[in-house]
């Protein structure tokens, strides 16, 4: 499992590491809330870059202890020089948290969906031995190669074993990422990633799959046959990596991961929860239906109920599958963005019930022109890339003051409305 990190690929989601989450005041669930974090800057020890080889030199036992060699450790980090900015990174809070819809409308867009059927379609005797070897659904794979790295058009840029032995000599999380920093290692030593190939997110997730090199060393496999499990230079590699990920997950064959269901009015819904799961007879009882009005049918198969905005908004059954996605990376709104790429790849529409909000979210067409229109308004926001960081929240901000709108660095339909119109 990853660490809950932001992915390179996405706005930080909804679902902030546990340590954001202590900081708020209230349940996030169902409201847009744009919140302003107090800086985690708590006179944090400047880091010494001359500690950095002291600390190399004492992390070389440990390194041999998890099964390094001692040639191969002093060969890959002689010319290793810290890199500070990881750090900042580490401790980075978006003071922008994102709801769900504003997270789903980038990740699952009818671009992804293109993408991924076009994906499918080149790879598709490749995802069908993938599939027929680990009994996985080729769809969902397809789905986290798709949010995971933009089928392989966003594998991040930072040489890991610069990262993750900075993140190794200072900052919060040394042990675990030392652990992270001698397995990456033991990927460049045994020569299946080259280490000059092997760049990633900040934190060390990296190629078309983004596994942490633990995760790597655990489950990555070679299925092209050449001799070496590639997850930055073989896509077959990455995907039969992912469907075994997902095999050794729990994965069902056949099964699904869920469904979206409709409530009946005044439903209770203190018993929801992805974990709290109940015989799907049970959940019929209490007048639960598919999402047309059929009946759910009975059975004890055991379903959660997922309710991601609150019981005003979509509501999910999740079955054993759901949990096998949310293990690769744990956040229930990334398992679902998973899920229901899935779906739409396989002919599924968008859900039935409307996100309960009235200025719903943007695909990323949609942010890119958002971008473009930022910028012809003269807002330095850098590339145009549909990507919101902190650079176009403020230029966002900037223009709803002078709309006279809510200034919360949100950018939804009724923003790009208001600047696609006369200046
Ligand atoms: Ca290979």
Redesign the pocket.
């Known amino acids: 499992m990853k660490p809950p990190f932001q992915t390179i690929n996405a706005d930080p989601g909804p679902q902030a590491p546990a340590k954001i989450r202590g900081r708020l005041k209230s349940p996030l669930q169902g409201v847009a809330i744009a919140l302003f974090l107090a800086s985690a800057a708590q006179a944090a020890p400047v880091p010494d870059p001359a500690r950095f080889a002291p600390c190399l030199a004492e992390l070389k036992p440990d390194a041999q202890g998890r099964g390094v060699s001692g040639a191969a450790f002093d060969r890959l980090t002689a010319s290793l020089v810290p890199d500070m900015k990881v750090l900042e990174l580490l401790d980075y809070q978006p003071e922008f948290r994102t709801a769900i819809w504003d997270y789903l409308s980038a990740l699952v867009d009818d671009e992804r969906v293109a993408d991924g059927r076009a994906m499918q379609a080149q790879w598709s005797e490749v995802l069908a031995a993938v599939s027929a070897r680990y009994r996985v659904d080729p769809a969902t794979v397809v789905a986290v190669w798709g949010v995971e790295s933009n089928f392989g058009r966003n594998f991040g840029a930072r040489p890991l074993l610069t990262s993750l032995s900075t993140l190794s000599c200072y900052g919060r999380r040394q042990a675990y990422f030392r652990g992270e920093f001698f397995d990456a290692l033991k990927i460049v030593d045994s020569g299946d990633v080259k280490a000059e190939q092997l760049t990633g997110s900040w934190a060390g997730a990296f190629g078309h799959t983004q596994f942490m090199p633990s995760t790597f060393l655990r489950l990555a496999v070679?299925?092209?046959?050449?001799g070496?499990?590639?997850l930055v230079g073989?896509v077959p590699?990455a995907l039969a990596s992912t469907a075994n990920f997902l095999k050794k997950a729990g994965w069902r064959e056949g099964e699904p991961w869920g469904y979206e269901v409709r409530l009946p009015s005044g439903f209770d819904a203190s018993n929801a929860g992805r974990r709290n799961k109940q015989p799907l007879a049970s959940w019929s009882a209490r007048g639960i239906t598919r999402i047309d009005g059929s009946p759910l049918g009975g059975g004890d198969a055991p379903a959660g109920l997922m309710l991601p905005a609150g019981p005003r908004g979509p509501a999910f059954l999740v079955f054993r599958n759901f949990d096998a996605i949310y293990g690769y990376n744990a956040a229930e709104s990334y398992a679902l963005a998973i899920a229901h790429l899935a779906d739409r790849l396989k002919g599924g529409q968008p859900f039935a019930t409307p996100w309960p909000t009235d200025d719903p979210g943007l695909s990323r067409v949609e942010r890119r022109e958002l971008q473009t229109l930022l910028i012809a308004r003269g807002h330095a926001i850098g590339t145009v890339d549909g990507m919101l960081g902190d650079a176009s929240r403020a230029a966002i901000r900037a223009e709803q003051q002078r709309l006279g709108q809510t200034v919360d660095g949100r950018a939804g339909q009724k923003l790009l409305t208001a600047l696609r119109g006369p200046r």
């Open positions: 070679d299925f092209d046959g050449d070496r499990r590639d073989s590699d």
